[in-house]
Each structure stands twice: as structure tokens, then as C-alpha cells.
């Protein structure tokens, strides 16, 4: 297997497909020790193509293991996004002889439909697997939700509603989403929607989920809505916006005015959470790539990756709840060897020659407001990370990190994180680095930040220039990150 993972700009320890097309994450669902990783896949071109559900399990979210392809197109059409749920109480009635079958639940897109001019061509089919995931039988009364005259109208996520006993599914339909419920997963009963003049909507309504989430430090329970959007996102293309609300198994209401996103880079697509995690954690993986220009990154065997395996967190910041991810902790055993430690006092910089940067964890502490980094490599190119208050943000330039020509979206401006201030005094800083790929943590998860970046030759230079007068950077740690391939 590591044989095919040794192609330029390769990912070594995020999850990327051993060859060809990659896009959503699909069907997040841990069962019987294994978490599960479904995705959009095209199996016979680096481009999208007639979507297949590509597969691969693991243990712990950080090695994974290929698996052969779940579910191929048929008559109903080619298989777009969706979930997965562990049927426990066998509604459904697919399991026998005790076992609990493992349901996917998934977009019908109808290409004959839709050449013909039709608005009815995505429709919601199920699936069940009776062997953890090995082999799976398309139900015979497909489609489960049909389509009266919606263009849009995809991307199921299916939930066990404790309160209601029942299932709940959630789909979007261009400006909004529908919440359905169901006793069997079969037959669904169509209950409400939200969406419409809420939140942003420069463009089409994507991959939704829905889920409760304590509030950090307290026993308060919310609703978080997550719709990704395509285009319309801040830097450009797509990218995922979130509202927190309350969910009474009927209606998700929210009082919610502002917009708010889940990552500010323009590389982290489409993302959603487990089902059934063993430990009751909300874990979220999104796609690692932007509409804009995901067809063209300039890669030759396999197409794009996921982001690291993140955990949510609902924190209330003054009379504001935020949404904020952390690299799930599992990943951190991939961390072995220091390559460097730093220190840099206020009003000074440091040159730091690092080899294997590009495949590495960089940490710190500070309480700097006003700091730079800057990644090089001997051919000159640069990937800029400013954090600057005079400025109100901190800006992420890729412009000139590398291989940026291949489409103008990539590389036409410098991409900017909104931040007014701090919640925390001292933070650490997480940054992860994976030779085609950064992901930025700042003030404890609040800001993630996910870029791709494609430096033709590794960076092997960080400049680290503390310009805050009072505050230091410390605990300066850059550390290799094992391949897990
Ligand atoms: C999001 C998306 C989904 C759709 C899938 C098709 O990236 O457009 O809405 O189901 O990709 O591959």
C-alpha cells in the first residue's frame, strides 16, 4: 500500500484514496469497533465523475484501512453524499438471526433526469450491510423519499432521536433544509424546514447535519445545524457555515443573527460528524478541497484529502455560543521525534532550518496579538501566516507557496480570518502540516483554518517575528508527524 502514497504532494498521515477522484465524506458511522469512512468516489478518473461510495475503516481515526467500494451506481441513479446509522433495534427489519444491520442513507442523482430537463432527478435511497460494512444490499422499495419538482434536493443525514424514538432525517433543497422522521427508516414523514433568509446564501445549500452539543462547562444542551454552502464562502468557493439552535424533534429554531463558519480557510468542505461514537464525542471530517478549483490541484494518481479527524466543542463566549474544532487527541501519537524547539521574545524573530517541515506539528503558546510565520523552501517560495490586530484578523498567503497556476481561484488573493480579539489571554497555537495541506488551531479551536498549499520542493525554513512588544511566544515545539501509510 505505501507504494502508492509516495507521490508528490501525498498526504502522509491525513486520509486520502489509494488512487483517483475523492469529495464528501459520507456515511460517518462507528460500529462494532470500527469507524467507518465513506466518501464521494469516482473510481475511474482524477476528476468527478459518476459517484460511487468509496470505503475504509479504522480503529482510531488515524490509521485506516482500504475496503472495496460499498455502493455502485444503478437504476435509480449515481450515489451522492450521505449517513450511515447502526439500526440497534432492527426498525428497519433488515437484520436476522440478531444481527444489527449497519443502514446507509443516500442521494439518488438521476443524470438521464437531469440531461432530460427534469427538477425530480435526486431522490433518497437506503442501503443495508448485515457484516459491519463488508457488503451491502440496496433496499428493494427504493427510493425511500421521492422528489415532487425540487432541482436540489440531497444530502440525507439520519440521526436516533432519543426523546421522539425515532429516526430523523435532515436534507437540503437549495435555500433551506427539511427535517423528515421515521419509525423504520423506510417509510418517512415529512415534518419541517429551515433556512430560508437565514444565514448565508451565496450559494447552493449542501451537506447538512444536525446534532446536540453540551455547552462546554455546563450540563446545557444545544442544537447545531451545519450546511455547507457552494459559492458564497468568505475567501471564496465553498465552504461550511453553521447555526446553533434548538431541536424539539419537530422544529430547529435559532435566534441566531450573525453568520458563523465553521472553518475560515477555503479548503475544508462539506465536513460532518460520527454517529455512535463509543465515547459519546462529536467528531467531525471534511473534505479538503474547494469546488473552485478541486478538479485541477495539481496531482497525477489520487485527488484530494480529508481533514484531520476533529472534535467539536460548543463554548458560550460572552452571550455568543461558537463552534470550536480540535484536532481529534488520537492524532497527537503520530508525533515522535522534536525536530526543533523555539522561543521568540517580543520585538524579535527566528530563523529556524527544519528538515521534514513539511510533514510536521508546530506548537506554541503566546499571548502575542501582532506575530508572523513565514514557511520557505530554497526554491523561494513562501506560505505567509500573519496574525495582526492593527489589521483586525489574521491572514493566510499562499500565493506564492508553490504550484499556484494550475487555476486562478487558487492563488489570486490572500485569504482573511475576521478576529477582533482573543477569548483566551494565552492560547496555544496547533498548526499541522502535510505536505499538501495546512490546518491552523488558534485561541483553543475557536479559529480553524484549513489551506491547501502545493510547495513544489518541501519547506525546510520557518521564520517565526513576534512584533507584539509585550507578550512572548513560547513552548515553541515543531515535531515530526509519523506516516501512517
Ligand atoms: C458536495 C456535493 C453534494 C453532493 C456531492 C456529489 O460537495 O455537491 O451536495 O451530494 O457533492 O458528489
Redesign the pocket.
Known amino acids: 500500500e505505501s507504494k502508492i502514497y509516495t507521490e508528490q504532494y501525498c498526504p502522509q498521515y491525513h486520509f486520502s484514496p489509494p488512487e483517483k477522484w475523492m469529495?464528501?465524506p459520507n456515511g460517518l458511522v462507528y460500529n462494532n469497533g470500527l469507524y467507518h469512512l465513506f466518501y464521494?468516489y469516482y473510481p475511474e478518473d482524477i476528476v468527478?465523475g459518476p459517484?460511487h461510495w468509496g470505503h475504509a475503516v479504522s480503529h482510531d481515526m488515524v490509521y485506516w484501512k482500504h475496503k472495496p467500494i460499498a455502493l455502485y451506481p444503478d437504476e435509480h441513479g449515481l450515489i451522492?453524499?450521505?449517513s450511515a446509522v447502526v439500526d440497534k433495534n432492527n426498525t428497519s427489519g433488515f437484520g436476522v438471526d440478531g444481527k444489527e444491520p449497519l443502514v446507509a442513507v443516500f442521494?439518488y442523482?438521476l443524470m438521464e433526469g437531469e440531461k432530460a430537463g427534469r427538477n425530480d432527478f435526486q431522490t433518497q435511497g437506503i442501503a443495508y450491510s448485515l457484516d459491519n460494512g463488508d457488503t451491502w444490499t440496496k433496499y428493494d422499495g427504493n427510493p425511500v423519499i421521492d422528489n415532487k419538482g425540487i432541482r436540489d434536493f440531497?444530502?440525507p443525514k439520519v440521526f436516533w432521536h432519543d426523546k421522539t424514538q425515532s429516526w430523523i432525517l435532515v436534507l437540503?433543497a437549495g435555500d433551506h433544509a427539511k427535517f423528515y422522521t421515521s419509525k423504520d427508516l423506510k417509510k418517512w414523514r415529512y415534518l419541517s424546514e429551515f433556512g430560508k433568509y437565514r444565514g448565508a446564501h451565496g450559494g447552493?445549500w449542501?451537506?447538512p447535519d444536525l446534532f446536540p452539543l453540551k455547552v462546554e462547562g455546563t450540563d446545557k444542551e444545544k442544537w447545531v445545524l451545519i450546511i455547507?454552502i457552494?459559492p458564497g464562502a468568505p475567501n471564496g468557493g465553498?465552504e461550511t457555515q453553521y447555526f446553533i439552535g434548538d431541536f424539539d424533534g419537530i422544529t430547529f429554531t435559532s435566534t441566531q443573527k450573525k453568520q458563523k463558519w465553521l472553518d475560515y480557510g477555503t479548503d475544508n468542505?462539506?465536513g460532518v460528524t460520527y454517529n455512535n461514537t463509543p465515547d459519546g464525542k462529536r467528531i467531525f471530517i471534511g473534505?479538503m478541497s474547494n469546488?473552485d478549483y478541486a478538479r485541477n490541484t495539481p496531482t497525477k494518481k489520487w485527488r484530494s484529502a480529508m481533514t484531520i479527524p476533529r472534535e467539536l466543542l460548543l463554548k458560550k463566549i460572552e452571550d455568543d455560543y461558537v463552534l470550536a474544532s480540535m484536532p481529534l487527541a488520537e492524532i497527537n501519537t503520530l508525533a515522535t521525534a522534536v525536530l526543533e524547539k523555539f522561543k521568540v521574545a517580543s520585538g524579535n524573530s527566528d530563523t529556524l532550518n527544519v528538515k521534514d517541515l513539511n510533514q510536521s506539528k508546530i506548537t506554541f503558546t503566546t499571548a502575542s496579538r501582532d506575530f508572523k510565520l513565514i514557511f520557505s523552501n530554497d526554491l523561494k517560495e513562501t506560505l505567509v501566516l500573519a496574525m495582526n490586530f492593527k489589521n483586525n484578523g489574521f491572514i493566510v498567503d499562499r500565493m506564492k507557496s508553490g504550484d499556484t497556476g494550475f487555476q486562478s481561484e487558487f492563488g489570486n488573493k490572500k485569504h482573511f480570518v475576521p478576529i477582533k480579539e482573543f477569548t483566551n489571554e494565552f492560547f496555544d497555537v496547533n498548526i499541522l502540516l502535510d505536505w499538501s495541506s495546512i490546518e491552523i488551531f488558534l485561541d483553543n479551536g475557536i479559529y480553524s483554518i484549513t489551506e491547501q498549499i502545493f510547495p513544489t520542493e518541501p519547506f525546510n525554513q520557518l521564520i517565526i517575528e513576534n512584533s507584539d512588544y509585550q507578550a512572548e511566544i513560547e513552548n515553541g515545539e515543531i515535531q515530526f508527524m509519523k506516516s501512517v501509510w
Request: glycine share 4%; with cysteine; charged share 15%.
Open positions: 469529495n464528501d464521494q468527478w459517484m451522492f453524499s450521505g442521494t442523482h440531497r444530502d437540503v447552493v449542501e451537506c455547507s457552494n465553498s468542505y462539506a473534505w469546488w
